[in-house]
């Protein structure tokens, strides 16, 4: 008698749940273990007093540290444990936090110097569980730049911001872009109207699926047919939070 699917399915989804629980303590560790390298490092440059002795200091740990761990403790990334130690002071914050992003997004966030801009980047991947691919498109396309929040006074982003980190609700103005603020891919000068019209379908997904992660791309030109007649709809999105009663 051969084994169930059931029996299969099972057993698979146990494993399946370990590695993703082994997978999380890991990298929860990892992000733990480097800030407090960098906050050890950074203690020990404070006690000296001397901004000089951080810059000898970390070369003659580098050399030591590779010699006992292999090539991960290079002097940038030493020096990227200090400021990450730096940039989020708190550690239980930090403990937190590691349960959601990977020292890969902490790489990719502390590299953004200015602290309202980081925050943004902070908490929307956090709440849209972005990947680490993906944060880099949305810095690299300054999608921050291009919200309806980035245009409002400094007070009001620190409070929106806050309010998102404790309610984890996302504000109209998180999503909203200035329509201005276009980064269409450049076309050739002799372009068809149809590399002009599948640019701006392109455009489109991105911009609805920056709403978040509830917005699923079905297709394009999605027949709809009637008695009268048969209608093409441009795009067809299916959004998992709406249902239909």
Not at 141 to 157: G, N, S
Not at 180 to 201: A, C, G, K, R, W
């Amino acid at each position: 008698m051969g084994i169930t699917t059931g029996l299969l399915g099972d057993i698979s989804d146990l494993i399946d749940r370990a590695k993703n629980h082994l997978s999380t303590q890991f990298n929860s560790t990892l992000v733990l273990l480097n800030w407090e390298i960098g906050f050890r490092i950074d203690q020990e440059i404070l006690k000296h007093k001397r901004a000089d002795y951080g810059k000898r200091i970390i070369p003659q740990l580098t050399k030591e540290l590779q010699i006992k761990y292999g090539r991960g403790f290079d002097r940038a990334s030493l020096f990227r444990m200090v400021q990450f130690s730096k940039l989020f002071p708190d550690q239980e914050i930090v403990a937190t936090l590691s349960q959601q992003l990977s020292w890969s997004h902490f790489v990719e966030i502390i590299a953004i110097s200015d602290d309202l801009k980081r925050s943004y980047y902070l908490e929307m991947c956090r709440i849209e569980r972005w990947s680490v691919r993906t944060l880099r498109s949305k810095i690299d396309t300054m999608l921050y730049e291009r919200t309806a929040l980035a245009k409002k006074p400094e007070d009001f982003i620190k409070q929106s911001i806050k309010q998102l980190s404790e309610e984890n609700t996302l504000a109209p103005e998180f999503i909203f872009h200035d329509p201005y603020f276009l980064n269409f891919v450049e076309l050739p000068s002799s372009h068809s109207e149809t590399d002009l019209e599948n640019t701006i379908l392109d455009e489109l997904i991105k911009f609805l699926q920056e709403f978040g992660n509830d917005f699923c791309f079905v297709t394009r030109q999605k027949r709809m047919s009637t008695k009268a007649t048969d209608r093409y709809l441009d795009l067809l999105f299916f959004h998992n939070a709406l249902t239909m009663d």
